[in-house]
């Protein structure tokens, strides 16, 4: 009996790791798999790389209630409130949520001193929020009624975010949700004939709006998509991938995340051979990868809410809220890990951006003005995490920026690269010189080095020291297009 049962054993262990051994070579024959093979490699995209950080915005009807509404208060997401229900929702809420857009007057709204503000921040790029889950549309979509042409406001939200962010400088992209409760066509999954019907009226809808936005909206360099895990969606590789075609072909050099569309297989994100979909991962929500092998070779972005999970306006911030200090760390860390950092702001239904908004813009502003050598342009530089902070990297330069100082002052360093040394240490903000030393001698791992922060030099704030390294004996441009 026992043989019997190691033999079975053994049999499974063959099959199965025969199984296994195939499912890791063979490729899956795919119609709307990911149709990219590398990085992208143009201008645009090269761009995109660069940006470091960006600016998130979350603006609708849901920032009029701002999490609550008669005194009561909503527990979830603030964008979400309209899904509010059960015996703590007010009467008739849905209702009432539906008419709420015909209130949205935003007279303190002034999108040039938004772009402002994003722009003395550090931002090089800003995601809004054209339409969210709710579909009320920002633009006066012709194709529904639910838009800002038909409140008091008025005017195109999205033409004016748009133009401000660009006279300074900023690149947009269009936050656009897939799922809308507002169609009557919209459904959670196609279970009957009927559901079919209406789901080809709500992607007719689908596709007129998108197109709408690209025409209207040309300096729009992508577009951010959300909205899109219901099975309803995920079954329509066919129609999402022919899509995507017709906006690259009608934009060419636009960039889309991994979020558009679903695989034949329904495989979100990367598809069913493992290879991501669309220009760059966009699954980092809320949440950092903690090592370069987490990112798989992929351009990502993270983006972060500065609560804990509140994307637009709620008037009651609960639970931890992000310091500046917290969101310097993550963005540091993300480009350490070539990734765009991008936070979140929510106004208020006036046009206000609240007060901690505005303060911890300001904070992080005044560092990237000191400190943005060390995060435009760079990326991961193979080099050992060390516990004092990060390690980002342009050129022959490496920037470590250090929010654990030592107690002994010393940075220990590692240099990957055989037989590079580094040149010269300084610091970032004041160009004095931070001394080098040799930490490696007499070992058999000679590329150690200590680099020793006065101590007389007293900072109360992440601070960079830049440390310049020899020429490579490799070629650097062949090490950046092997890992496309
Ligand atoms: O449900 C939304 C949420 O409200 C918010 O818009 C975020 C932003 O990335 N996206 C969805 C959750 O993944």
Request: one cysteine or more; hydrophobic letters at 35%; charged letters at 25%.
């Amino acid at each position: 009996m026992k043989k019997r049962s190691i033999l079975i054993t053994l049999l499974l262990g063959l099959i199965c790791g025969q199984t296994f051994s195939q499912e890791k070579t063979t490729q899956i024959s795919l119609k709307h798999g990911s149709h990219r093979s590398g990085k992208r490699t143009d201008a645009t995209m090269q761009r995109w790389r660069e940006y470091g950080l960006g600016q998130f915005i979350h603006w609708g009807i849901y920032s009029i209630p701002g999490g609550g509404w008669d005194g009561k208060t909503y527990g979830g997401a603030a964008e979400w409130i309209r899904s509010w229900s059960g015996k703590d929702a007010p009467n008739d809420w849905r209702k009432t949520y539906d008419n709420l857009y015909k209130q949205f007057n935003p007279v303190d709204f002034n999108a040039n001193k938004w772009a402002e503000q994003a722009k003395n921040m550090g931002a090089k790029y800003v995601i809004f929020t054209t339409k969210h889950h709710d579909g009320f549309c920002m633009w006066p979509s012709k194709y529904t009624e639910y838009t800002i042409a038909n409140t008091p406001y008025k005017k195109d939200i999205v033409k004016e975010v748009v133009d401000a962010y660009n006279k300074v400088g900023i690149d947009v992209y269009l936050y656009f949700s897939v799922m809308d409760w507002s169609h009557q066509g919209w459904r959670y999954d196609i279970k009957s004939p009927e559901d079919s019907i209406a789901f080809e009226s709500f992607k007719k809808f689908t596709r007129n709006q998108l197109l709408e936005l690209l025409t209207s909206y040309p300096s729009a360099k992508g577009l951010w998509f959300d909205g899109t895990w219901d099975k309803s969606w995920v079954k329509q590789a066919e129609f999402a991938d022919e899509l995507e075609t017709e906006m690259r072909t009608l934009r060419p050099g636009l960039i889309i995340g991994s979020r558009f569309r679903a695989d034949d297989f329904g495989k979100r994100h990367v598809d069913s051979n493992g290879v991501m979909m669309g220009d760059y991962e966009q699954g980092w929500e809320r949440n950092l990868p903690n090592s370069i092998e987490d990112v798989h070779g992929h351009d990502w972005d993270c983006v972060m809410t500065i609560p804990d999970n509140q994307w637009g306006y709620n008037s009651h911030w609960k639970g931890y809220v992000k310091t500046p200090y917290n969101l310097i760390e993550m963005l540091v860390k993300s480009v350490s890990l070539s990734g765009n950092f991008v936070i979140n702001f929510g106004p208020d239904g006036k046009g206000n951006i609240r007060q901690e908004e505005t303060s911890i813009a300001k904070e992080i502003g005044d560092w990237m003005k000191t400190n943005n050598e060390a995060i435009y342009g760079c990326s991961h530089a193979d080099m050992k995490k060390q516990d004092w902070g990060y390690f980002t990297q342009k050129g022959r330069k490496l920037y470590l920026t250090v929010f654990n100082r030592p107690i002994n002052n010393c940075l220990n360093v590692e240099i990957s690269e055989k037989g590079v040394k580094p040149t010269k240490a300084y610091f970032l903000a004041n160009k004095l010189p931070v001394a080098i030393q040799d930490a490696g001698k007499n070992k058999q791992n000679n590329n150690l080095y200590n680099i020793v922060i006065p101590a007389k030099y007293i900072s109360d704030k992440p601070f960079v020291i830049v440390l310049e390294l020899e020429e490579s004996q490799t070629n650097e441009k062949a090490y950046q297009q092997a890992r496309t």
